[in-house]
Each structure stands twice: as C-alpha cells, then as structure tokens.
C-alpha cells in the first residue's frame, strides 16, 4: 500500500489511484468484516478524521498484537449508518 502512494505521489495515473483505493477498501473490510456494508457508508470525511487515538481505558485491554495494529493503523468512526 505505501508503495501505491509514494507512486501516485510521484507519477499520478488511474491505475495507481484504483490499485490505492482497492487496497484502502479491502483493509477497511477485512478489519470490518462482520459489518462490511458499514464500508460503503463511510464519507470522505468520515476517512479524513481517522485517528488512532483510543480511550486509554479501552486500550488498556489490548493485547500486544492488538496495540501494534493501532499504532499501524487507524480508526475511522462511521456515523452515516
């Protein structure tokens, strides 16, 4: 995925943009896969507000596979549903 961006950063084209958001769709459905129609509802701002900050409560809880993924990755809260 990050050598999809640094391509369509450098050389804009419309494979590398649909390459970039197939893969950005599949990741939002594999970690969302018992809700994946939650997917198609999200806006762009929705994905613009992503963050990976989570109530240090909840955090809390993780385990240490599920730490790593939050700081890989973010959460991206859809309020559309």
């Known amino acids: 995925m ?6 369509l950063q450098s050389h ?10 197939e893969l950005t769709m599949s990741r939002l ?3 969302n896969v018992r ?26 809880t993780f385990n240490s ?3 790593q993924l939050l700081n890989r990755y973010f959460i991206a809260l859809i309020t559309s549903c």
């Not at 804009?12 to 958001?21: K, M, Q, V």
Request: charged share 20%; no cysteine; net charge negative.
């Open 35 to 60: 809700r994946g129609s939650e997917a198609a509802e999200l806006t762009l701002q929705e994905y613009a507000q992503a963050t990976s900050d989570v109530d240090s409560t909840v955090s809390a």
């Open 29 to 31: 459905l594999v970690f």
């Open 2 to 7: 990050t050598s999809s961006l640094l391509e």
């Open 65 to 67: 596979v599920e730490l």
């Open 12 to 21: 804009a084209n419309a494979t590398t943009w649909r390459e970039l958001a």
